[in-house]
């Protein structure tokens, strides 16, 4: 399984942002779907996840109310935004997924929130 991330990019606070990642594989297959994060000097955090076979959705309580997840299984892909971002959201975003016994990782991405 590959994912391919995109999005990203220099934001200021209050602004909105929107991260994609898209499975060389069928949504379908995926167990979960998530995106993590790592700030500098910090250890990773998972931001946000969803089950793509069901309608469970997960979010970090440092992002609730925040973040919302679109999912399109035509595309074998999810969209992750984030509004009303702060800072504190700045960090490199990584897409994985969760097939089975394995975890895949998809490039990071960074994100940068400043004025």
């Known amino acids: 399984v590959q994912l391919q991330a995109s999005g990203g990019g220099s934001v200021r606070p209050g602004g909105s942002l929107r991260l994609s990642c898209t499975v060389s594989?069928?949504?379908?297959?995926?167990?979960?779907l998530k995106w993590y994060r790592q700030a500098p000097g910090k250890e990773r955090e998972l931001v946000a996840g969803f089950i793509p076979a069901g309608s469970v959705e997960h979010y970090a309580e440092s992002v609730k109310g925040r973040v919302a997840i679109a999912r399109d299984y035509a595309k074998n892909s999810a969209l992750l935004q984030i509004d009303s971002l702060i800072p504190e959201d700045t960090a490199v975003y990584y897409c994985?997924?969760?097939?089975?016994?394995?975890?895949?990782w998809g490039q990071g991405i960074q994100v940068t929130v400043s004025d």
């Open positions: 994985n997924a969760d097939q089975g016994q394995n975890t895949y």
């Open positions: 594989e069928s949504l379908w297959s995926i167990n979960a």
